[in-house]
């Protein structure tokens, strides 16, 4: 069992910058696609970035490309989502997730197993 811990919400104006953190504990991810998720007011669940366990290959929602990076440092069995020029609409709940079964190229933006109790970010204009 894997339990995730995210950490790094909070309130940013807009053209802003936030790190959010997800500490992975009971297990080593250092062989778990990660991936972000984000559900804002009203709507569903959506995706945002994932991250392959090797080649460090990435994916990323159109919405965020090019102003989040996902990163990861498996020996502090920690993901990271670096979010820059924040807009109002990225306010929303960000979670982070796991998964044991992709491939090592892999960055799935579906079927995640395992995840956390989400971290609040507010961006207001």
């Known amino acids: 069992q894997v339990q995730l811990v995210e950490s790094g919400g909070g309130l940013v104006q807009a053209g802003g910058s936030l790190r959010l953190s997800c500490v992975a504990s009971?297990?080593?991810?250092?062989?778990?696609?990660m991936g972000w998720f984000r559900q804002g007011p009203g709507k569903e669940r959506e995706f945002v970035a994932a991250?392959?366990?090797?080649?460090?290959?990435?994916n990323y929602a159109d919405s965020v490309k090019g102003r989040f990076t996902i990163f990861r440092d498996n020996a502090k069995n920690t993901v990271y989502l670096q979010m820059n020029s924040l807009k109002p609409e990225d306010t929303a709940v960000y979670y982070c997730?796991?998964?044991?079964?992709?491939?090592?190229?892999?960055?799935?933006?579906?079927?995640?197993?395992?995840w956390g109790q989400g971290t609040q970010v507010t961006v207001s204009s």
């Open positions: 991250i392959s366990w090797s080649y460090s290959i990435t």
């Open positions: 997730a796991a998964d044991p079964h992709a491939g090592p190229r892999y960055a799935p933006i579906a079927g995640y197993d395992y």
């Open positions: 009971g297990r080593n991810i250092n062989y778990y696609a």
